[in-house]
């Protein structure tokens, strides 16, 4: 089997997922380069991870002729997405892009049209799609042996300090494209639609409750409306516990993710007794779907490499990223306009381009310190 060659382009914190993800299928793939316009930043990336035999660049422009270069990943500023990931697939690479994949819904739709036209490959990272709970609960809401969907709700909870947003391209409309909600609960609402689909409306508020160096909302929330279903959605960076959850409340019992599980029947008088065998019953059929062998960008990573090789289909398109991007922004407007906005979202919307988003959207507080680099370990919540 012919080893994938790739490339890695930007050395920020995200790009350790995706390099030890190819590391971990040396048989499959093979990293030749890795790029960012801070060449030490790059180098010292590369020697971090043993990649000795790498080229390290810091323009991009450097790579799109290489014919040894099969696929890129894009691990910039989701301002930036967009160019990149065109050029890429124009000169013949298949694109991992990292979430939010674009800056707004035209750009999204101009990376798809990209896709169509070139016959590439555009995937966007939805590692908590290859979760073991997850997926389980996935196989379980479509076999329908929970019965419908009545209510869910999401809580994409994070902590943030004030410094976060010292980075140069953080807390801007202009650079990072929106807040939490868009760069940090993408993850839960790509997973919504991931196991319940789209939404008929939204209705939201936003703020800035507690980042004065960001011109970004750092906490929203969102009611949404399905075909007999609500949702909810909750997204703080201000939360001191990060406990993340999505709770589905269905007919048959109330299920979450991270695993857990509640079922009921109702006695005479309408109240209720806890159902050990429904429960015993769920629990066995959550138990015997079998563990993914892979999780996180591990999973999708293999995935993409198995796409390209014609083993598999593609499970995780540039569709899907914009399918996230257009209730975010469906969120962005409801929030500024003070009204419920139906899906799926009007081309003619000033929220449909990034352009028309800036004139509009409200600039909590003025960005005054910026820096190159933040050094520093990423910490995660919980789940």
């Known amino acids: ?36 316009i801070y060449k030490d930043k790059a180098r010292e990336f590369a020697a971090r991870y043993a990649l000795r035999d790498v080229d390290v660049e810091e323009d991009y422009h450097e790579l799109l002729s290489r014919a040894d270069i099969d696929l890129v990943s894009i691990c910039l500023p989701p301002s930036q997405h967009c160019q990149v990931s065109m ?14 994949m674009a800056a707004s819904l035209e750009e999204a739709d101009r990376m798809n049209r990209m896709a169509e036209q070139t016959g590439r490959l555009l995937s966007v990272i939805s590692q908590n799609r290859y979760k073991n709970d997850l997926f389980k609960v996935k ?47 993408v993850h839960q609402i790509d997973l919504l639609n991931h196991l319940v689909g789209k939404p008929l409306s939204v209705l939201s508020v936003f703020d800035n ?16 409306r399905y075909p007999r279903m609500l949702a909810q959605i909750d997204v703080t960076l ?44 769920i629990q066995k059929r959550f138990d015997a779907i079998p563990d993914l062998m892979h999780e996180g960008h591990d999973g999708q990573i293999l995935n993409v490499l198995k796409a390209i090789s014609k083993e598999e289909a593609l499970e995780v398109s540039g569709y899907d990223g914009r399918n996230a991007l257009e209730l975010i922004y469906a969120i962005y407007q409801s929030a500024t306009e003070k009204r419920e906005v139906e899906l799926p979202l009007d081309r003619n919307s000033a929220f449909y381009t ?9 600039k909590f507080f003025k960005k005054t310190k910026s820096v190159d680099n933040l050094s520093g370990e990423i910490t995660l919540g919980r789940n």
């Open 1 to 36: 089997m012919k080893r994938i060659g790739v490339a890695i382009i930007g050395c920020g914190n995200i790009a350790k997922n995706h390099v030890e993800a190819y590391l971990a299928f040396p048989d499959r793939c093979r990293i030749l380069a890795v790029c960012d």
């Open 87 to 100: 050029d890429f697939m124009q000169a013949g690479k298949d694109v991992v892009c990292e979430k939010p």
């Open 139 to 185: 196989r379980l809401l479509d076999s329908r042996v929970l019965g419908r969907v009545l209510m869910v709700r999401v809580n994409s909870m994070w902590y943030r300090g004030s410094n976060y947003y010292d980075l140069w391209w953080r807390g801007t409309w202009e650079n990072e494209g929106g807040g939490c909600t868009l760069n940090h609960s």
């Open 209 to 224: 409750l507690n980042h004065d160096n960001s011109e970004v909302e750092d906490a929203s929330i969102s009611i949404l």
């Open 238 to 281: 201000c939360d001191h516990d990060e406990k993340q959850e999505i709770l589905i409340i269905t007919e048959k019992a109330t299920i979450s993710v991270p695993w857990s599980l509640h079922a009921v029947r109702q006695l005479p008088n309408g109240f209720f007794e806890v159902d050990e065998k429904a429960m015993a019953a």
């Open 354 to 362: 990034k352009e028309g988003m800036l004139r509009v959207v409200p």
